[in-house]
C-alpha cells in the first residue's frame, strides 16, 4: 500500500493545550500513580517459594501435555499439523501404522523441545483431534539439554499428572472429544 | 489453421492436432477440472468433472449454436469453430455438485491421508466446491487393503476414476486391477492370488488422483508439504526418464516421475522409483583416506587400512601420487556426468599426458523390457554411456572400453590406475580386480566398498545421483541437465568438487562453465551450448542437416 492510496485517512496531530505545555498537570498526574502503587496491594510473588496463581487454566500456556483417549491410548494421530504449525519447528514426529484396528496411524516417537519451544500455543490450536494442550504448569526445569526434550512417554505422563486438576480442555470449551 | 473459442479468446491449433477440450483450454490458459482424464490413458468420462458447454461457429454465417446440455471436456474433440465455455453458472453448479456428491461417500480423513496438500479432491473442492455442506458428513478412517508388495488401496477414498485399472490394462499390460461391484458400491480390487506386481505399478499411485492408493515404501514417512522437489535424472538405467527428487533435510523421501515425452512420457519403472535407499546406506565410503602401509596388499577393515585426508589435500597428494607412479590408466564411470567426466579426461591427461582413457564398467542386467504402453526399461543399469563415450573420445579415439582397460592393466602398461565408480550396488568380482594388486598407484572412487577396495592407493567416496550436479546422456542421445538436489553426506565431496579443484579452477564447482567449454571444443557434443530445456535435447539434432 502506498501513502498516496485513498483508503488511508491521514489525521494531523493535535497541537499541544496550554496545560500540555505547562507541563505541571501531567507531572502531578505521574506522581499520582506512583503513589498510589505505593499503598495499593502487592502483587510481586517471591517465586519459587511462594506459588503464582494461574488466573485461567483454559488459556494459560504452559508445559505440554499428550491427552489419552478413554482406553488410555495416545490421542495423536500424527497427522504432523502441529510440527507444521509449530513456528520454532521444535516438535519432531515420526509416525507409523498403528497397531489399532480402528486408527490409521499413530506417532511412533513424538519429542518435543521445550527449550526451543515459545509456548506460542500454535500446536494445540492446529490439532485436529485435540490431541495435544498447554497445561498451566509453568515452572520447567532440568539440568541437561537433553532432559528438556520432552518425549512421548514424558508428555503422556504429563497428562496423568494435570488431568484430574485440568480436565482436557476441549470439553470445557465445548470442543470435540 | 483451425480456430477454437475458449470463454471468448480465439486460439489457433494445429491443423492436424487431435485435441479435446481440455487440451484446448489449456492452452488459452483455462483449466478444466478432471479426474479420469489423463493423457496418457484411455478416455472414459466418468467422473464428470470436465463437464463445460460446447457449441459450434457456423463458418460462413458467423452464428454460434450452443449443445443444449453439458458435455464432458475430456471426450470432446475440438475442431474449427468448436466454441468452449468453461466459466458460465452452469458449468460452475455442476461442478460444485460433482464436488458434493464425491464427498458423501468420502472417510474426509485429511489429516492423517498421505496425499493431503497434493490431493486433487482438496484442490477441487476448495476452488470449485460449495461454500456449505448440504448433507450431514462425519469423518470416518477408511477400509485399507494390501493390493500388492508395494501398493495400499484404502479403499473408502477412491472416487473410482478407474485411472490406475486403466494403465494396468493399458500401460503395464499386466491388467492386476479391476472395478468389483456397481454403483455405489464399485470397489477397486484385484482377483485372489493375482496382486499388483509389475515393475510399473508405482505409477498407479502418482496417477491416483486422491489417497485411495499409497506407496508403502512412502506411507507415513512424511506430509507431502515438507517436501521440496528438484528436477533430476533417474540413473537406475540408460533410459534416462525424467524424475522429481522429493526431499526434505538432506533426506530424499520419495521420486517422482516428471513428464517428458522424449524419454519417460509420465511414467517411470519401481527399479528407479525405489533405486534412491542406497544414498542414505550406512555402509557408504564417508571420508577420503590414503593406504597407512605402503606394502599396501594389506586386508584390514578400510577403517584401519586407511588414514584420512583431508580434501583439501587429496588434491595435491592424489596428483603427486599418481604423478610419481608414472604410466595412468583411467577408467571413466557411466555413473558421471559430462561435465566430471571431461573433467577427469583434463586432469589424467595433465597427471599423464599419455594416459590411458576407458568408459568404466557398463553394468547390465537381463535383456530391455518394454510394455505395452511403450514404455521401456533398459538393461544397462547406468544413465550415462553415451554422455561419457562421448567425452572419452575428445581425448582419445580410440574409444576404449572397461575390457580394454583391464587388459591394458593385466599386460602391465600401466602403473597407476583410477577407477571412478559410483555404482549403487556390487560390480566387480576379486578375480576382476586382481590385476590391480600389481599397480604402485590405485585410486577407487566409489559409493561402496568392492574387492577394489582391497588393492586401493586411495579410497575416495563418490556421490550418489541426486547428488550430483552436471549433463547425462540418456541410450537415445538426449542429453538432460540437473542440478544437485541433496547435500552428499558430510566428508563426501562429490566428484566433480575434487576434479574442478584438481583442475586448478577457482570458486565452486560450476557445471554450467564446464558444459558450455565441452559444448565449445567439439562439434559432437555441440548441442549442449546454451540453456538446455527441462525435456533435454537431443545431441544429433544440429549433425543431422
Known sequence: MKPTDPAITWLEEKPLGLAERLYLPLFISGLTTTARHLVSPKVTVSFPEERPTVGNPLIYRGVHRLNRDEEGRVKCVACFLCATACPAHCIDIVATESPWPDREKYPESFQIDELRCIFCGMCEEACPVDAIELTSLLDLTGKSREEMIFDKEKLLSVYDMTKDAEPMKSTALGGTL | ?545
Open chain 2, 1 to 545: 489453421m483451425p480456430v477454437v473459442i475458449v470463454d471468448g479468446q480465439e486460439i489457433e491449433i494445429g491443423a492436424d492436432e487431435r485435441l479435446n477440450c481440455i487440451e484446448a483450454a489449456r492452452r488459452a490458459g483455462k483449466e478444466i477440472p478432471h479426474y479420469c482424464w489423463h493423457p496418457g490413458l484411455s478416455v472414459v468420462a466418468s467422473c464428470r468433472m470436465c463437464l463445460i458447454e460446447t457449441g459450434s461457429r457456423d463458418a460462413a454465417t458467423g452464428k454460434i449454436t450452443m449443445v443444449p446440455k453439458l458435455v464432458p471436456g475430456c471426450q470432446t474433440p475440438v475442431k474449427d469453430g468448436t466454441v468452449i465455455v468453461t466459466e458460465s453458472q452452469t458449468v460452475i453448479d455442476s461442478r460444485a455438485r460433482v464436488e458434493e456428491a464425491l464427498l458423501i461417500d468420502h472417510p474426509i480423513d485429511c489429516p492423517i491421508c498421505d496425499k493431503a496438500g497434493e490431493c486433487l479432491l482438496q484442490d477441487y473442492h476448495f476452488e470449485h466446491g460449495q461454500a456449505e455442506r448440504r448433507a450431514d458428513l462425519h469423518p470416518f478412517t477408511s477400509r485399507k487393503r494390501d493390493v500388492g508388495p508395494t501398493v495400499t488401496l484404502f479403499v473408502d477414498r477412491c472416487i473410482m476414476c478407474t485411472r490406475c485399472v486403466r494403465f494396468t490394462r493399458e500401460v503395464s499390460g499386466t491388467g492386476e486391477l479391476m472395478v468389483t461391484s456397481r454403483g455405489a458400491k464399485e470397489e477397486i480390487d484385484v482377483f485372489p492370488g493375482f496382486p499388483l506386481d509389475n515393475k510399473l505399478a508405482g505409477n498407479v499411485v502418482d496417477l491416483c488422483p486422491v489417497g485411495a492408493l499409497g506407496d508403502k515404501d512412502f506411507l507415513y514417512q512424511q506430509r507431502v508439504w515438507f517436501l521440496k522437489r528438484e528436477a533430476n535424472v533417474c540413473g537406475g538405467c540408460s533410459a534416462g526418464c525424467s524424475i522429481h527428487t522429493e526431499h526434505n533435510q538432506d533426506t530424499v523421501y520419495r521420486l517422482k516421475p516428471r513428464e517428458n515425452p522424449h524419454t519417460n512420457k509420465w511414467w517411470m519403472c519401481d527399479d528407479g522409483r525405489y533405486g534412491w535407499h542406497h544414498l542414505h546406506d550406512q555402509s557408504r565410503v564417508l571420508a577420503a583416506g590414503r593406504r597407512r602401509d605402503p606394502g599396501r596388499n594389506g586386508h584390514g577393515a578400510p577403517a584401519d587400512a586407511f588414514d584420512a585426508v583431508e580434501w583439501a589435500d587429496v588434491t595435491t597428494r592424489l596428483r603427486a601420487d599418481l604423478k610419481a607412479a608414472g604410466r595412468l590408466a583411467v577408467a571413466v564411470s557411466p555413473m558421471l556426468t559430462v561435465e566430471e567426466a571431461w573433467m577427469l579426461c583434463a586432469v589424467a591427461r595433465s597427471i599423464d599426458p599419455e594416459a590411458f582413457l576407458a568408459v568404466g564398467h557398463v553394468p547390465t542386467v537381463g535383456a530391455d523390457e518394454t510394455f505395452p504402453g511403450g514404455f521401456t526399461i533398459r538393461a544397462e543399469k547406468c544413465p550415462n554411456r553415451k554422455g561419457v563415450e562421448a567425452v572419452v573420445a575428445l581425448f582419445d579415439p580410440a574409444s576404449r572400453s572397461w575390457g580394454d582397460l583391464l587388459a591394458h592393466v593385466e599386460a602391465g602398461n600401466a602403473d597407476a590406475a583410477w577407477i571412478t565408480g559410483g555404482y549403487p550396488g556390487p560390480w566387480i568380482d576379486d578375480a576382476t580386480a586382481s590385476p590391480f594388486a600389481n599397480l604402485a598407484c590405485v585410486v577407487v572412487q566409489d559409493l561402496f566398498d568392492s574387492p577394489l577396495t582391497k588393492h586401493a592407493t586411495w579410497r575416495l567416496p563418490a556421490a550418489g545421483f541426486a547428488e550430483r550436479a552436471g549433463t547425462w546422456v540418456n541410450v537415445a542421445h538426449r542429453a538432460q541437465s540437473f542440478g544437485q538436489a541433496i547435500k552428499p553426506p558430510a566428508g563426501v565431496w562429490p566428484e566433480g568438487r575434487l576434479f574442478w579443484n584438481m583442475l586448478g579452477r577457482r570458486g565452486l564447482y560450476d557445471p554450467v562453465a564446464v558444459r558450455q567449454q565441452i559444448a565449445g571444443s567439439s562439434a559432437a557434443l555441440a548441442a549442449l551450448a546454451g540453456e538446455i530445456p527441462a525435456t533435454g535435447v537431443d545431441l544429433r539434432a544440429g549433425q543431422l542437416a
